[in-house]
Nanobody, 127 residues
Framework: QVQLVESGGGLVQAGGSLRLSCAAS????????MGWFRQAPGKEREFVAA????????THADSVKGRFTISRDNAKNTVYLQMNSLKPEDTAVYAC????????????????????WGQGTQVTVSS
């Protein structure tokens, strides 16, 4: 079965940085489009970033553009989210997700488009 295992979350002060990792197993990672989502208490899950199968094409939510960067290493079956200049409003549970059969030239920004999900990792940014 497919598993996505996240790591790298934690507590950081505003302005700091974290790098989240999501390691995949049990599937053809290189065939998947990957994304990151986050959910804060009492709020809807929101799109953060996504990348194509090869990682060359990426898109980021306006709220994180210029601060967060999604990337992937298919040789390691891992997708990353580098988070810089963190703000308290970035505090949330961050989850990675995979689209098993992505279409060419398509960005996936809706949670319902994704087939596999990680367990989520907590990111807390203090003031």
């Amino acid at each position: 079965q497919v598993q996505l295992v996240e790591s790298g979350g934690g507590l950081v002060q505003a302005g700091g940085s974290l790098r989240l990792s999501c390691a995949a197993s049990g599937g053809t990672f290189g065939s998947w489009a990957m994304g990151w989502f986050r959910q804060a208490p009492g709020k809807e899950r929101e799109f953060v970033a996504a990348c194509s199968r090869g990682g060359f094409k990426t898109t980021h939510a306006d709220s994180v553009k210029g601060r967060f960067t999604i990337s992937r290493d298919n040789a390691k079956n891992t997708v990353y989210l580098q988070m810089n200049s963190l703000k308290p409003e970035d505090t949330a549970v961050y989850a990675c997700a995979a689209v098993a059969n992505p279409r060419t030239a398509t960005y996936y920004v809706r949670p319902g488009d994704y087939d596999y999900w990680g367990q989520g990792t907590q990111v807390t940014v203090s003031s």
